[in-house]
């Protein structure tokens, strides 16, 4: 009765330590997938609460918000664009939408002008109310572009079109007479913001585009760029890009063609003279070559001191006809001959210095000398580099203030690009500073740092990767680690028992406390009835306890080998580190 009352009491204990661990298990799956819940639902909200759109109160020459009523302003292209390396026709076949942004939304109700279709040819245009007359002023160009999509290969800036009778919306193209294009670019190795003005000769009345030398970068990313140019009265410039400057400089130095000829030309009339002598160096005259000098010695001789290896097998072929190979089926000798199998190398000359015909290797000739000549030395009859003569330019002129642009009378977009979703906004083209800042605080400044946000919160958290069984701690999860611990030791065990106590000690200790509790119950057993144990219960238990012991001893000799060894190896690692530098 006793006995029954121990067993039954170790069967309680145990299922009810089983149960604790199963609920803990459960628990823990619960509260998991309860937090998985939370954060699939946080994910799907926006970080930060996003503003409603309100129109700006700001006031330019022209300024674009895209609001309800643009396309009374805005009229897309359906002219053929004019290519001269090609007798193909390109249509504007791209399409034009207003829209909200659909990645990385800043403000609610924001609309912008959007590029529909990849891989086509776009173009739209907005004319002014009033021509722009940049004389005497600052021109101020700036707006924002969202590249939904990134950027792979295409364009993304916009064109200030010359006024003239010709303007018409409908026939917009790239060969429409502009004054300044300007904004980002990316194709291939190619990315950057251009800046390339149209600039009347005051001679030949004749337009020459000037470009920007060393473009600044453009910034692809899905969150909208700011991009801004400052041309100022006094001929300089500024380029900003999402409020940062990134380029400065002049438009009389950072040109090419430059805005003004040089004042002298070289006169091609100008020839050089026949006896002009325009070689720095010469070979000495008066050299000659030294009585020992042999040309014709050569470059490598027979070295005679080489002798035939050992193994050297003169009787061998170095290759011998393929054992494998057999004549083709369709093969007629009385038409393509007797066959021949193909070589391959001797398989005896594989492991040998070499077969066949031993020769001498060459080496390289003490007394080689090659080809002589003189030595060069400077040419007295020599007058320098000749250059023609200078003349005044016929065509020069000075333009001291080229920032005075053309009249200007509208704005268009006129770009290929293999993405679409490209998004336009918030377009000022005016001349004051204060107000395109203004603006930059209004609507840049406010939308780009919850698009940040939210980009940021879009991304994947990083997942701990899994630990190994070896970082494994008994409290962070008690029933993973037992699991995780038993399967290791079970699954090296299948293999070398041995290596399974040394690398998983923790489940051999165990086993061991386990096997001498079993013992303990037995004997308790009999013992609680006044008999001793049967012969065979004895010797079992004396066997039990022996493996028990064993598996401790094991398992700490396992661990103290296993420091034994990591301390030999912080040992060598601590005296490569100390050790004296190279």
Not at 520 to 541: D, E, H, R, T, Y
Request: charged letters at 30%; proline letters at 8%.
């Amino acid at each position: 009765m006793r006995l029954n009352q121990v067993l039954l009491s170790a069967l309680y204990s145990s299922a009810a330590l089983l149960g604790q661990a199963r609920a803990n298990e459960v628990e823990f799956d619960e509260v998991e997938d309860a937090t998985t819940t939370s954060v699939a639902e946080s994910s799907t909200a926006s970080p930060v609460e996003k503003p409603t759109f309100t129109p700006s109160n700001i006031k330019a020459p022209f300024f674009e918000q895209f609001t309800d009523d643009w396309d009374s302003r805005w009229a897309p292209s359906h002219a053929k664009k004019e290519d001269s390396k090609t007798d193909e026709e390109w249509a504007y076949v791209g399409t034009w939408a207003v829209e909200e942004p659909h990645v990385l939304k800043g403000i609610k109700g924001d609309k912008g002008l959007v590029v529909k279709n990849p891989a086509a040819h776009h173009a739209i245009s907005a004319k002014f109310d009033k021509k722009i007359d940049n004389e005497g002023k600052t021109l101020v160009v700036q707006y924002e572009v969202k590249l939904q999509n990134g950027l792979e290969c295409g364009g993304a800036y916009l064109k200030l079109l010359q006024d003239n009778k010709k303007l018409h919306a409908e026939e917009f193209s790239n060969a429409s007479p502009y004054v300044i294009m300007f904004g980002p670019d990316k194709c291939g190795a190619t990315n950057k913001v251009h800046f390339i003005f149209k600039h009347k000769n005051p001679k030949t009345g004749e337009y020459e585009e000037k470009h920007l030398k060393s473009a600044p970068v453009a910034r692809i990313t899905k969150a909208t760029s700011l991009y801004t140019l400052v041309v100022n009265p006094d001929q300089t410039f500024v380029i900003k890009v999402d409020g940062d400057e990134v380029k400065k400089g002049s438009l009389h130095e950072d040109f090419i063609p430059s805005v003004n000829p040089d004042k002298e030309i070289d006169d091609a009339e100008d020839l050089k003279p026949e006896d002009w002598v325009d070689e720095a160096r010469i070979p000495d005259p008066k050299a000659t070559k030294p009585a020992d000098w042999d040309e014709d010695a050569p470059y490598e001789i027979t070295d005679e001191e080489a002798t035939k290896p050992e193994d050297w097998l003169e009787d061998e072929p170095s290759a011998v006809p393929d054992p494998e190979a057999e004549k083709p089926e369709d093969w007629d000798d009385e038409e393509d001959g007797d066959w021949i199998p193909p070589t391959v190398p001797n398989p005896k000359c594989e492991e040998i210095s070499g077969c066949g015909k031993w020769e001498p290797p060459t080496k390289k000739n003490p007394d080689y000398k090659g080809k002589w000549s003189a030595e060069y030395i400077d040419n007295p009859a020599y007058k320098g580099v000749w250059k023609p003569r200078k003349i005044a330019n016929p065509d020069y002129f000075e333009d001291k203030t080229p920032a005075n642009f053309e009249l200007m009378g509208a704005i268009g977009f006129e770009i290929w690009t293999m993405q679409n979703d490209i998004l336009f906004d918030n377009i000022y083209i005016g001349h004051s500073i204060e107000d395109a800042e203004k603006l930059k605080v209004e609507t840049y400044d406010i939308k780009r740092p919850i698009e940040d946000a939210e980009d940021e919160a879009s991304k994947p958290k990083p997942s701990e990767s899994p630990k190994s069984p070896s970082d494994l701690k008994f409290l962070d999860d008690p029933v993973f680690y037992v699991r995780e611990k038993i399967d290791l030791f079970l699954s090296i065990a299948k293999n070398d028992p041995v290596q399974a106590i040394k690398f998983v000690p923790e489940v051999a200790g165990g086993a061991g406390l386990l096997a001498v509790t079993v013992i303990a119950l037995i004997i308790g057993a009999f013992g609680l009835k006044g008999a001793s144990p049967p012969p065979q219960v004895k010797n079992a238990a004396e066997k039990v306890k022996k493996a028990a012991v064993d598996a401790k001893d094991q398992a700490v000799d396992a661990a103290a080998s296993g420091a034994e060894k990591v301390q030999a190896e912080v040992n060598k690692r601590t005296t490569r580190s100390s050790g004296p530098a190279e």
